[in-house]
């Protein structure tokens, strides 16, 4: 599996997959889980964040999209500061170094599979690779509070930014997560992930930064 990143500057190459992915957003969002408010008579399950500050990192396996994660600038507008800003206590966070994390998902045939690095966990290293090359410190996300024992677990440090709420029946939270070589290096070492997975086609200037080195404990 291999992670892209699409971002405004190469968004040209990837048309027919970011197709793809919105119509698997529509499968995954509207029918599996029943948020109709975002069904689209194209099929497709766009809202008002898939903007042109919106990076997307797709896992990519034998052509097929297998996991997916939409990413936008805190100084853009965001689920946290549009549409639930009374997660955070203080405010939503609006930083240049700080990035939300949305609609991340793994396709069903590849959920809970074992022989491997899962694509669950692919993706989410995924994004902090990308938040180490770029020079990030934090992303934040809005999610089920049962995810939070998951992300400790996979050695994420994240800390709430204000109390949980019932939304649509199901306990949220609003969480800042520190970007770092730890947690990089953390998810990797305790998922199997193998290292870096990011193709960067089309992007080469935007990588500023080095990841660590480290070696996969088995």
């Known amino acids: 599996m291999q992670v892209h990143v699409i971002r405004r500057e190469n968004r040209a190459l990837y048309a027919g997959l970011l197709d793809k992915y919105f119509r698997i957003r529509h499968q995954i969002y509207v029918v599996e889980r029943g948020w109709k408010e975002l069904d689209r008579p194209d099929g497709r399950e766009i809202d008002q964040f898939d903007t042109e500050d919106a990076v997307y990192l797709l896992g990519v396996d034998n052509d097929d999209i297998v996991a997916g994660m939409r990413m936008m600038p805190t100084t853009s507008p965001t ?12 405010g939503p966070v609006r930083r240049p170094d700080a990035y939300e994390l949305s609609r991340i998902f793994v396709v069903p045939r590849k959920r809970g599979e074992h022989g491997g690095p899962r694509a669950e966990a692919v993706i989410q290293a995924a994004a902090m690779e990308y938040g180490l090359s770029i020079g990030l410190s934090a992303f934040t996300i809005v999610l089920e509070t049962w995810w939070l024992p998951r992300l400790v677990d996979q050695g994420w440090k994240a800390k709430p930014l204000g109390l949980p709420q019932d939304i649509n029946g199901f306990s949220t939270t609003a969480v800042i997560v520190d970007v770092d070589d730890d947690a990089w290096v953390g998810i ?21 930064h080095s990841l660590p080195e480290f070696q996969v404990i088995s």
């Open 79 to 90: 689920l946290l500061s549009d549409v639930f800003p009374q997660l955070a206590l203080a």
């Open 188 to 208: 990797c070492n305790r998922r199997a992930v193998p290292g870096p997975t990011l193709e960067w086609r089309g992007l080469e200037a935007i990588r500023r």
